[in-house]
């Protein structure tokens, strides 16, 4: 945590960038089936049954989560109700999902959250920098988190062509089909791109003018959506969808699957790649991030549930 500002908006560019639908329409027909891998004690978490597309966990315990993405081409089990984000308390026995209230001005009719990422200030103050879709336009709306009330107050929507204009924004890596999911290794040094209809995550090292430099490419065999960093041991979380083409052709008698697979041993020169948890839909369906806090894992999905499990 404790990003700073300059990577969170990288991040955001890259998310918008990306157009990750459209590389699943042109590139991502085929399906792979996954074989069941489940932790222990996992349940659903009440309230959050309508996505629960990208989440952030705080050093604290505390997990933000974006929920109610409406996109063109994807499922929708709540499509008259806005978009909220939540938030839970990873240090309750049995954490509860709170949607947060939003104070300032903002219209929350129109909210459409996607992609959320976290920064914390010198004076620990904590904001939230969150994509958001409204009249299926691109926008970036910070917020800042208020503790003790548990409230969100809206401070400021960001508007400019860089969001829906690769052509404009400045290049510091290439040799992507489409980026999308990104997050820094926990002393900064190292950032790490999601490429999801080309099935691997890159790993750069960053520069202090923030260019990049590859150092390495991570196939992974299935499309990679949102990384997040275990901090405790430094590995790769990924949320992973099997067969994407299920999300976009839709059918609950068939629906798509799940996975989150684990990278450990980035740096070296084979880093490993495990499967923490898969599942054919029955449970969870279209898996797009999970996030890990003192041997718990919260995994989110793009337009479906949400899981706590024990690791």
């Not at 988190?145 to 400019?160: A, C, D, G, N, P």
């Not at 002393?187 to 150092?215: C, G």
Request: glycine share 8%.
């Amino acid at each position: 945590m404790g990003k700073l500002v300059a990577l969170v908006l990288l991040g955001v560019g890259l998310a918008l960038v990306g157009e990750m639908f459209l590389a699943f329409r042109e590139r991502m027909s085929a399906s792979r089936e996954v074989e069941p891998v489940e932790p222990e004690n996992c349940r659903l978490i009440e309230e959050l049954e309508n996505g629960s597309e990208d989440i952030d966990i705080l050093p604290s315990g505390l997990a933000f989560i974006s929920s109610g993405l409406k996109y063109p081409g994807l499922p929708n089990f709540a499509p008259d109700e806005p978009g909220k984000i939540f938030l839970m308390d990873l240090n309750e026995q049995n954490p509860r999902a709170q949607a947060l209230e939003i104070s300032g001005g903002f219209d929350k009719e129109l909210f459409n959250p996607h992609g959320i990422s976290i920064f914390i200030d010198k004076d620990h103050t904590v904001y939230l920098y969150v994509v958001n879709h409204p009249h299926m336009k691109s926008t970036v709306e910070i917020f800042k988190f208020e503790e003790q009330q548990r409230s969100l107050v809206y401070l400021k929507t960001i508007k400019h062509e860089l969001l829906k204009s690769p052509r404009e924004v400045k290049v510091v890596a290439k040799g992507f089909c489409s980026a999308n999911g990104i997050t820094v290794s926990a002393d900064q040094k190292y950032v790490y791109v999601a490429d999801v209809a080309a099935k691997n995550i890159h790993i750069m090292e960053k520069h202090d003018n923030w260019d990049l430099t590859q150092l390495k490419v991570i196939q992974l065999g299935t499309l990679v959506d949102n990384l997040t960093v275990d901090p405790a041991t430094g590995d790769i979380l990924a949320g992973c969808h099997p067969n994407p083409m299920k999300l976009l052709i839709y059918n609950p008698e068939d629906p798509p699957g799940s996975e989150v697979l684990r990278i450990q041993n980035v740096l070296s020169e084979k880093p490993r790649v495990s499967t923490v948890y898969a599942n054919n839909g029955s449970v969870l369906q279209g898996t797009s991030v999970a996030s890990v806090y003192r041997g718990k894992i919260l995994i989110g999905t793009v337009f479906h549930k949400t899981l706590y499990c024990e690791l």
